[in-house]
Structure formats: structure tokens, C-alpha cells
């Protein structure tokens, strides 16, 4: 668990010192008050902007603390005394910026000293990054970096803090018209290493030559004094990250794929050049020892370009990591290196691909997650600025007639640091399989913020985090909640006027741009859903103003007949052709569950009269969705009513019948014809649902059913589960994910076909599903004081696992033994525990004994 302290971290960060930037950048006081007259929200100072700041001090003595609390309009890199010592800050809406706290005692010294910043200002949108509408923005422009350093020594405190005697440097390495990588993403860097001032952080470097900064702070005249309109500083609310700094570690290629020459097209713009380039066999004498790049072998790999072929490499990387790509090379000065990552290797998953294939950009959804770097003379090394995805690399070498030493092509993995709380095994190699590959696949989808996936985009959309949340506490435990918890605020600090929160946030949503209004929905079950797990009655406070707000929007769309109707904006439920018009099932199930999770939460903070008034709108809703939605001869609910006609429409889906069990909505007697009806394979069809998923059958409503895809089999299995068939959910789970486990793929896709993202946070909900369900294991009370274990055996022959709690792990073994199943129980001893029988079984034999803080059950079920 992170030593990050959530009540302490509420508060905000007491400002001493100054946001600085370059005095290149004119301050315009007038222009905050200008945006009276309808003048643009935003300046234009450049985009895809880096500079380069540095700070000397002395220190009289080898200090005994130091830290600095840092934050950017951007991203930095932190240098001290010529070390990276940290990158940031996390991701945050600008009206709610982080600010890092990061011990630097160990690299401080007595004497010189230097703090050396790389920022990076995109000057847009991105899918984590969002720029400042309005507010401080025509004042000061884009950018913006603040330090504010203590350092002890002895009796002796030594400030150092971000102000007009630090020096900042446009550097001009990167080229600043270099196209984006893709949907939502950053610019491909794009990099002459003879343009970087060498050493630059190191403490002798001569910066003299250099400009000094400017505050940015701007004050006006007297009489904007008398009006209170006499200053302005950027970011003015400013708070401390709530989360740890990610985990690093260097990881080699596997393997080396294969080595081949280029038919080069230099015609061809940067983010079209590498993947369009035609491939052919090299001659013998362009590459020499390449497999020292994984082994280590006597003699660093050499490669030499021709005057009409360049050279290309294919890394292999096992499993699929998520980092910063770099290359220690040796060169004679003028050679180009392009480094280019995908999520899978040519020919891995598809068909029309063969394995000798460069990697393609079939459509926009592919990035060109790459960096062109132009060597200068000598040894050097480059790492890409921002992480991405990799199962493979593509390296291009161009102009080395001379040959280019490499040294060494890695990765450097970055990833939010977890503890492996959670376990799981069982008697079924493919489930076992199915979790591990599922942890490993929300692990690669944690870094700053949830992500919904690495690779296509990075947006921390706000339906799939929801989801998250519940497969990370499963398999990470506490280690995962800061994380959760910072997710959730996000959603918050996103909230429009209207009370919707934004579909993920922070990013390029746009504030009023595209917004999908049930994930407002999930993110109040997610509030409920993160309460029960952390106990964390502060956040509820803190959130719950939103959640009502939030509620208003929904009650403003309910008709007459107490449910939503012909809900606007992108209904979007999930990738599938679900019948969506008038008073939709799906939709209203997730209204009656979130009024539902709001009454909880009302409980919470002693809200008594709040907490009735959600209970009997969420009963309201339940009601009409029993009377007008289900559909007796199908043995269903359908997706739709016309509210104008009272008709009932024809198409029936898996995600609506899923959601009325799984939240508790339709009668239990009810449930088992339900689960006949939507497990019925001959009737089950997957429908299209551009540009995701884009071919499917034929479909005829009044016969056949839509499948739920990867995000709602989330719900799908819950509601299998609650109606005791869990059975089905294994099926479900060998029958989908068997074919994609034997691909070799290392994470699961966001389709059960390779057509989409290749690792997809919700579609590891097995995770979640196995060990919540096989292992049996529920949290009764809040942050799991009070367990209720009700394990489902199906055809399993035995399991095994721990479920992590704040209060430690529970830790379950079950065995067959003949017609009678021993079940074995620890827990920590402070957590009361109910055992519930599974259907068909009875409690035979229980024991009960305590050791130290643990207490052991021993339990026969007949």
C-alpha cells in the first residue's frame, strides 16, 4: 500500500513559489477582462513546444532531507546533478493541477548543485492532456513550470524555488511541425541530436549564454487594483498528487524477428514513411552480429545502409509491455534511427499479414506510436518521451553507409506500482491461464490514470474504469486503490453545467463535445462500488454533491411513466446494436441502480431524507421496467418501449436481461427463465457496431438475440452468478476466450476478435468474475469489516486463492472429495464472516480457530 496519506491529501498545496516560462512569451494583463467582449478563449503561442530550465544553488552542507514539490503545463523530466530523478506530473484537469512531492535528499550534495527540467508543452488537447479554456489562458499563454525545493542542512533550510534567476531554453531538437501519432495522441518526436546542448543537466555545463525565465505573474494598474483586478497567476488552484510515482524497470527484446533491407520512400510524410515502405531481403554484408541485441553476444551489432536500401529490424517483446522505447547507439554523425511500436507483430492475428511484413497503419484508430532520431558523432542514447504500448518494435536505420554501432534497444517499463495481493488456481488450465493473462492485462492499463487501453488511446474513459476498479481490487487489492480513487475524482472534476461528468477526463473531450450519459450512471455505482471496497467515508462526502447533480440531469428526462425516455447525446450502452429508442431497458436498469448506489451513499453521510428519496425513485423505475418491459412469451425483457404507444419493440439482448438481474430489478422468479432465454445459443447472434465492430450476421428480432460483448459480459457474468448458474459463465468464458488464450496473445483484446485494441481493461473481468465468484468472496460491510464467502464449485475439481482486503487477505482452498467438497478458510481475524452454502449444498462440518491476528475455518459442504 502507498504511504500516500488520503485524508492529508485533500488539501491543497500552499503556493511559495511562482509559476515560471519563457520571457519569449508575452504577458497580457488586459486579456483576461477582454474575454468580456467575446474575444477567444485561447491564445495561440505554438504548439509541440520543449524547453529546457536549470537552477544552481549551493548547499552548505550534505543535506539530511530534501524535497521538492514540481508540476508543469505538460510533462517534465526532473534531473538532479545530472541524474533523471522523476517524470510527471499525473494527469490532471488544469482547474485541478497536481503538484509531485518527490524526496531528492539522496542526489543533493554540499556545494553545486543543479536541478535540470525537460518540459514538454503540447499547446492541444490530448487524450490525457487538456489545455485551459479561457481563465488565466489569454493572459499567459500555454506552458508553465513550478519548483519549490527544501533541503536541510543541519540547522540550516535552504529554499530553492521556481523564479525569474532560473534560466529556460527553447530547445529546438525537436521539430515542432512534426505530425501526431495518431487519435488523441502527442506529437511524434521527432529529434537531431546535434541541436541539444550535450550534458545539459550536468552541474559544469556553461548556461551563462542562456535567457533567464519570467514570473508569470502579472499585476496591473491602480485602478485595476481599486477593482479587484489587480493580479493574475496561472493555475491557481493547485493540489497534491494522490498517487504514487510509477514503476520503472529495463526490459531486452526477446527475440529478433527478422532483419531486412528498405525500399525507401523519402517522399512519404513521417507518420506514413514506416509503414508504407516496401520490405526485401537484405545483402549479406548489412547486418553483422544483430543477435547481440538479445544475447549478448561478443561484438556489438553493426549495421550499414546502401545508397539505394535502408535497414529494418523486428523486435519481439514477451509478454506485451507498456514503456519508453530507447537505443544506445554509436555513430559517425548524420545517421537516422526511427523506432516504431505496435500491440502485435506482422502476421500475429491476422490472416492478410505475414510474419516478414512491416508494421501497418490500417486505419486511423492505428497510431504511429514512433521516434525519428538524426545521430550526431559518437555515443549517444535517445528514449521516447512518452510511454506506449509494445509487443514489437520496428527499427529503421537510414543513412549509415558507414555503419552504426548499437549498443543496446530496450524498453524502459513504466506501470503503476502494484503488490501481487491476489491470487487464483483451479482445476482448469484455461482459467488459470484466462486470470493470469487478465491481471497482466489491467496491469498494463494502470499508469497515471486508468486507461482503457495503452496502446490506440490512453483516455481514462469513465465506463471502463468502473470496471477496473473492480478487477484491480481483486487482483492488486489496496495497492490499487489510490488509484481508483483518483479516477473517480477525476470523473468529478470533469462534471459539466449540465451535471453529466465527461466520458472520460481528463483529455480532448472538448466540455461540450460528444458525451456519453450512462457513464455518469457507472460512475455513481462506481463511488457505491469503491465505498464497500475502502471504507473511505471522506471521498463520499467529498463526491456526493456531484452525484446528486448528476441525478438531476437523468430526472429531467423521465416521462410519465417514472422511466428515461429518448435519452440524447451517444447512448451508448456498449459496442453492440441494442435497441436504444424510447424507454430503453438498458439505460433505465443503470438509472435504478445508480439511485439506488445514491441512496447507499446517502446512508453514508447521514442523509436519512436524501437516502429515502433515491430508494423509492430507484423502486419507481424497477416497477415500470417489470410491468412494461418484460415480455412473457420470450421469456425476456425487450430493449425498448414506445412511450407515445405503450407497443413493445421486438429486439431482445443479452445486456438488458443481464442488468436487470445483475441489479437486483427483475423477481427472482423471474431469474431462471431469463437465464434460459439469453443463454440459448441457437438464438444468440453478435450484431455490428461501427467502427468497432464492423461485419455480423444477418439478425432477425423476433428470434434472435444480441450477444453482449467484452464490456458487458462484466454484467452478463454477474447476473449468471446471482442466479446460482456461474456454470455459465465458465462456458461463456472457455467457449470466447479459448481461441483468443491460443493465439498466444498476452492480454485479452477488446473484441474476442483481434479487430479492435489488442489489451482492453474490461475484457479481463474474469478476473474479478473468478475470484469474486469461485472463491466466493463478497464484502458485506464496508472495507470488508463484514464477508459473506459463497463460493460456486460448477464442474471444478478444486480452487484455490487470496482475495486482498484493507484488512489483509482471505485466503480460500476447496477440494471435491468424492460428492463432498472440503473448503478451508483464513482471514484476518478482525473480519466477521458468513458462510452461505452454494445451491444444493449444506454446511456438514465447521471449526473454528484463531492464531495470532488470523482465524481458520475448516468447512465440509454435503
Request: aromatic share 10%; glycine share 6%; net charge negative.
Amino acid at each position: 500500500m502507498s504511504d500516500y496519506n488520503i485524508n492529508e491529501a485533500r488539501n491543497s498545496v500552499i503556493r511559495r513559489a511562482h509559476f515560471i516560462w519563457t520571457a519569449d512569451q508575452p504577458i497580457d494583463h488586459g486579456a483576461y477582462f477582454r474575454l468580456v467582449n467575446q474575444e477567444p478563449l485561447r491564445r495561440d503561442d505554438g504548439v509541440n513546444r520543449w524547453f529546457l530550465f536549470r537552477k544552481k544553488f549551493h548547499l552548505p552542507s550534505t543535506p539530511g532531507a530534501g524535497r521538492i514539490k514540481i508540476t508543469c503545463d505538460g510533462r517534465y523530466q526532473l534531473f538532479v546533478n545530472n541524474k533523471r530523478v522523476a517524470r510527471g506530473p499525473a494527469r490532471a484537469n488544469p482547474h485541478h493541477m497536481r503538484v509531485d512531492d518527490i524526496d531528492i535528499g539522496d542526489q543533493l550534495s554540499c556545494g553545486e548543485n543543479v536541478l535540470a527540467v525537460l518540459v514538454h508543452s503540447p499547446g492541444i488537447d490530448l487524450a490525457w492532456y487538456e489545455t485551459t479554456k479561457g481563465a488565466w489562458q489569454p493572459v499567459f499563454g500555454d506552458g508553465g513550470l513550478y519548483a519549490d525545493l527544501t533541503a536541510e542542512c543541519g540547522d540550516e533550510v535552504v529554499d530553492v524555488l521556481s523564479d525569474a534567476s532560473w534560466k529556460c531554453l527553447e530547445a529546438t531538437a525537436w521539430r515542432r511541425d512534426a505530425p501526431r501519432a495518431g487519435w488523441g495522441q502527442d506529437f511524434i518526436e521527432d529529434f537531431d541530436a546535434t541541436q541539444m546542448p550535450l550534458d545539459w543537466q550536468a552541474i559544469n555545463f556553461d548556461d551563462t549564454q542562456w535567457p533567464t525565465a519570467q514570473s508569470m505573474v502579472s499585476r496591473g494598474s491602480p485602478g485595476d487594483n481599486a477593482t479587484g483586478r489587480g493580479q493574475h497567476i496561472p493555475f491557481p488552484t493547485l493540489l497534491p498528487r494522490e498517487i504514487p510515482h510509477l514503476a520503472e524497470d529495463e526490459v531486452a527484446p526477446a527475440r529478433v524477428v527478422w532483419t531486412q533491407a528498405i525500399n525507401p520512400r523519402p517522399d512519404l510524410p513521417l507518420d506514413r514513411q514506416l509503414y508504407e515502405e516496401l520490405l526485401c531481403n537484405a545483402p549479406k554484408d548489412m547486418f553483422t552480429s544483430v543477435n547481440g541485441l538479445i544475447d549478448a553476444e561478443p561484438g556489438a551489432p553493426i549495421v550499414r545502409t546502401q545508397h539505394d536500401s535502408d535497414a529494418a529490424i523486428m523486435l519481439a517483446f514477451d509478454p506485451y509491455i507498456t514503456g519508453h522505447p530507447f537505443i544506445d547507439i554509436e555513430a559517425k554523425g548524420g545517421e537516422i534511427i526511427e523506432v516504431a511500436a505496435a500491440e502485435a507483430l506482422p502476421g500475429e492475428f491476422k490472416d492478410e499479414e505475414t510474419a516478414r511484413n512491416g508494421l501497418k497503419r490500417p486505419n486511423h484508430l492505428a497510431g504511429a506510436h514512433l521516434f525519428r532520431y538524426h545521430a550526431r558523432p559518437g555515443c549517444q542514447q535517445f528514449e521516447k518521451f512518452e510511454w506506449t504500448a509494445i509487443r514489437a518494435l520496428q527499427i529503421n536505420i537510414r543513412n549509415a553507409p558507414n555503419g552504426v554501432t548499437i549498443h543496446k534497444i530496450g524498453v524502459r517499463t513504466t506501470n503503476y506500482p502494484t503488490s501481487f495481493d491476489g491470487a487464483f488456481e483451479c482445476s482448469d488450465p484455461l482459467l488459470n491461464d484466462l486470470w493470469r493473462v487478465g491481471r497482466h492485462t489491467a496491469r498494463q492499463c494502470m499508469h497515471d490514470a486508468y486507461e482503457d487501453c495503452p496502446g490506440r488511446e490512453k483516455r481514462q474513459w469513465v465506463g471502463d474504469g468502473v470496471v477496473h476498479f473492480d478487477i484491480a481490487a481483486a487482483a492488486f487489492g489496496p495497492s490499487a486503490y489510490l488509484l481508483g480513487r483518483q479516477f473517480l475524482c477525476h470523473a468529478a472534476e470533469s462534471q459539466r453545467a449540465d451535471g453529466l461528468v465527461q466520458m472520460f477526463s481528463p483529455g480532448d473531450h472538448r466540455g461540450d463535445g460528444v458525451i456519453i450519459p450512462d457513464f455518469s450512471l457507472h460512475w455513481i455505482r462506481g463511488v457505491a462500488n469503491y465505498w464497500i471496497a475502502s471504507g473511505d467515508d471522506d471521498l463520499v462526502s467529498q463526491l456526493f454533491p456531484a452525484v446528486e447533480k448528476a441525478l438531476q440531469w437523468f430526472a429531467r428526462h423521465v416521462d410519465e411513466n417514472c422511466l428515461l425516455a429518448d435519452i440524447p447525446f451517444w447512448h451508448f450502452i456498449e459496442w453492440a446494436h441494442i435497441d436504444r429508442r424510447g424507454e430503453a431497458a438498458a439505460i433505465n436498469a443503470l438509472y435504478a441502480a445508480a439511485l439506488q448506489a445514491a441512496s447507499q451513499l446517502a446512508t453514508v453521510i447521514d442523509y436519512p431524507r436524501a437516502a429515502q428519496r433515491y430508494n423509492e425513485m430507484s423502486l419507481r423505475v424497477a416497477n415500470a421496467l417489470n410491468q412494461r418491459h418484460w415480455n412473457r412469451q420470450r421469456g425476456a425483457y425487450v430493449d425498448s418501449v414506445n412511450p407515445q404507444t405503450d407497443a413493445q419493440g421486438e429486439r431482445i439482448s443479452q445486456q438488458t436481461n443481464a442488468l436487470m438481474i445483475a441489479f437486483d430489478i427483475a423477481p427472482k422468479n423471474r431469474w431462471q427463465t431469463i437465464v434460459a432465454t439469453i443463454s440459448d445459443a441457437s438464438a444468440l447472434k453478435f450484431t455490428a457496431a461501427p467502427p468497432i465492430f464492423t461485419n455480423a450476421a444477418s439478425f432477425n428480432e423476433a428470434t434472435n438475440i444480441v450477444c453482449a460483448n467484452t464490456f458487458y459480459c462484466h454484467f452478463l457474468y454477474e447476473a449468471f452468478a446471482k442466479a446460482n448458474r456461474f456454470d455459465l459463465a465458465l462456458a461463456h468464458m472457455r467457449d470466447f476466450y479459448r481461441p483468443m488464450l491460443e493465439t498466444g496473445a498476452t492480454t485479452l483484446w477488446e473484441s474476442f476478435e483481434p479487430s479492435a485494441s489488442l489489451c482492453h481493461v474490461f475484457s479481463a473481468t474474469p478476473v474479478y468474475q473468478l475470484s469474486r465468484r469461485i472463491l466466493g468472496v463478497q464484502a458485506v460491510s464496508s472495507a470488508f469489516s463484514k464477508v459473506r464467502i459463497a463460493p460456486q464449485f460448477c464442474d471444478l475439481d478444486w480452487a484455490c486463492g487470496a482475495y486482498p482486503t484493507p484488512l489483509g487477505a482471505i485466503n480460500i482452498k476447496w477440494r471435491r472429495v468424492n460428492s463432498d467438497v472440503d473448503f478451508a478458510l483464513d482471514t484476518p481475524a478482525t473480519i466477521e464472516v458468513e458462510i452461505t452454502p452454494p445451491a444444493g449444498y449444506k454446511i456438514t462440518r465447521q471449526t473454528e480457530t484463531q492464531s495470532d491476528n488470523r482465524r481458520f475455518y475448516d468447512i465440509e459442504f454435503c
